[in-house]
């Protein structure tokens, strides 16, 4: 984050059906980081404190949301990489 507020926006510039695609993939990928965030602190907190039934519960929608987040943030970068200048 710290990086993207230093730095000028790059903008996408595919057309057509792959730039709805590209900002579905972006949109969904930046509301879920935000998801993960308090889905994983509660997993470890329940962890740390010894909860398991609750830190199991909460890991199995933690670990997909954050897997989906870890693809679609390389999906991201590869689609937009080529309009960097």
Do not use: C, N
């Not at 980081?33 to 519960?57: C, I, S």
């Amino acid at each position: 984050m710290v990086y993207h507020s230093q730095v000028d926006s790059t903008r996408f510039g595919g057309v057509g059906t792959i730039r709805y695609v590209y900002f579905f993939l972006l949109l969904t990928h930046i509301a879920l980081a935000v998801v993960t965030v308090g889905l994983v602190l509660f997993t470890l907190y329940f962890a740390l404190t010894e909860q398991f039934v609750k830190h199991r519960r909460i890991a199995r929608w933690a670990f997909p949301v954050w897997l989906y987040v870890s693809v679609t943030g390389v999906i991201v970068y590869f689609m937009i990489s080529p309009y960097y200048t």
